[in-house]
């Protein structure tokens, strides 16, 4: 009789990555989805911590359907989608005086129900809140737990500065919290602090069942770039993360596995946003030849194409017309006309890349999931987008898009400037 196989190995303990990320939010409406660089900031922690090679899974604890499926979107943009998990939070851990701790625990027990019974030796706690959390940040706190012997960890930054309160109101008087205001020691001369950054912490899970918080036992400091450090709190936290997003983010631009359907918007996009008016009223504007080519190009390769516009006027037809593209015009809600258009072809919106160059295509910016400006747009849809062409509309930043997605055959210099009249 043939003995019985042995049971299978235990599976190694796992490092797990925890993402809280409530739907409520009083300083910033819907905070958790609000995008920087043009991708949500759930979906960007999904990313650092995907990207690490410490983590084994991830899961998003959320008690709001939309944060769930932009997090599934990034991961499956990633081609990790059986790595991230996503939990339910129950209503009693998910109000404004729950905390961080509860949700993890809670994740925990979720997680190891989910994998029939793996453990994880490592939880991560990483923060939708802090936008520019790189994967070296989640790879440090988590190597120091899962390797080096540390109990916990912390993100931390390198802190120069003299910390003032004011206690007039019970001493009257202030004073210095990490100095002598009567001494005045130079830089050099005084202790190394550090300031957390609020990204990212590590805890041996066992410690933390027992202690029910993140520090406990031999706690290390994970140095982070202090350029990075940023916390969303409030809309001008939001407004600064924008800003910055163009210079701390990486540069990756869309390649045609990213993409399943190109949208362009007209005036200021394929136009300089002039319009020449002649003694009868007619509008002529410049258009680039270039443009024309990559779109013939896009449409060539089989990219669904789509001119979408909120001008009524004869000469966003006549160019789509010659560039034989599905045009939409005069349309109020472009955002709307989108959603419907992506609707009919069966495409994901989030693997469309919408073009645009003003504060209109903003919302259009938050469908799609590859929101371009080109390089002349208005800042603020330069802050939302989540790549930047560099050159200007109407100059041929449509034929650089079509050679991002269509390689360098369409690197070439781009031909003079054409310009398009209505039809008559």
């Not at 303990?13 to 409406?29: E, H, Q």
Request: proline share 9%; net charge negative.
């Amino acid at each position: 009789m043939t003995p019985p196989p042995p049971p299978p190995s235990p599976a190694a303990p796992a490092v797990l990555a925890v993402i809280p990320a409530r739907g409520g939010s009083k300083g910033v409406p819907a905070k958790n989805l609000a995008r920087v660089g043009g991708v949500p900031l759930v979906a960007r922690a999904v990313r650092a911590c995907l990207a690490s090679a410490e983590v084994t899974d991830v899961v998003v604890t959320t008690d709001d359907p939309e944060i769930a499926e932009a997090a599934r979107a990034m991961a499956g943009a990633l081609g990790e989608p059986a790595r991230l998990h996503c939990v339910a939070r129950p209503a009693a851990i998910a109000g404004d005086n729950a905390t961080s701790e509860a949700a993890v625990l809670h994740a925990l027990d979720a997680y190891e129900a989910m994998e029939r019974g793996r453990t994880a030796g490592v939880v991560l706690l990483v923060q939708c809140t802090s936008p520019f959390l790189s994967r070296e940040d989640v790879d440090g706190v988590a190597r120091a737990v899962a390797r080096e012997g540390a109990d916990s960890a912390v993100t931390v930054a390198p802190f120069h500065g003299f910390v003032w309160r004011d206690g007039s109101a019970v001493e009257d008087d202030t004073y210095g919290v990490n100095h002598d205001k009567a001494v005045r020691p130079r830089r050099q001369d005084r202790p190394r602090d550090f300031l957390e950054t609020g990204a990212a912490y590590a805890m041996d899970v066992a410690g933390f069942r027992a202690h029910r918080h993140r520090f406990f036992g031999r706690t290390v400091l994970v140095p982070a770039d202090p350029a990075r450090v940023l916390e969303i709190d409030d809309p001008h936290d939001l407004a600064r993360a924008r800003a910055l997003a163009p210079l701390l983010d990486p540069a990756p631009l869309p390649t045609r596995a990213d993409v399943d359907a190109v949208v362009l918007d007209f005036d200021g996009t394929q136009t300089d946003d002039r319009v020449l008016i002649d003694s009868d009223g007619r509008e002529t504007v410049a258009v680039h030849r270039g443009d024309g080519l990559g779109i013939a190009a896009l449409r060539e390769a089989g990219v669904p194409l789509l001119m979408l516009s909120t001008e009524q006027n004869p000469v966003v037809a006549a160019r789509a017309h010659k560039l034989r593209i599905p045009v939409l015009h005069g349309i109020d809600r472009k955002d709307l006309a989108l959603k419907q258009w992506c609707e009919e072809q069966s495409v994901d919106p989030g693997r469309v890349l919408y073009v645009g160059n003003d504060v209109n295509d903003l919302p259009c910016f938050g469908l799609a999931g590859w929101p371009v400006a080109v390089a002349s747009a208005h800042d603020s849809v330069r802050a939302a987008a989540r790549a930047v062409t560099t050159t200007p509309g109407g100059s041929g930043a449509i034929r650089e898009i079509a050679a991002w997605l269509l390689g360098p055959t369409l690197t070439d210099p781009v031909p003079t400037p054409a310009t398009t009249t209505p039809t008559p």
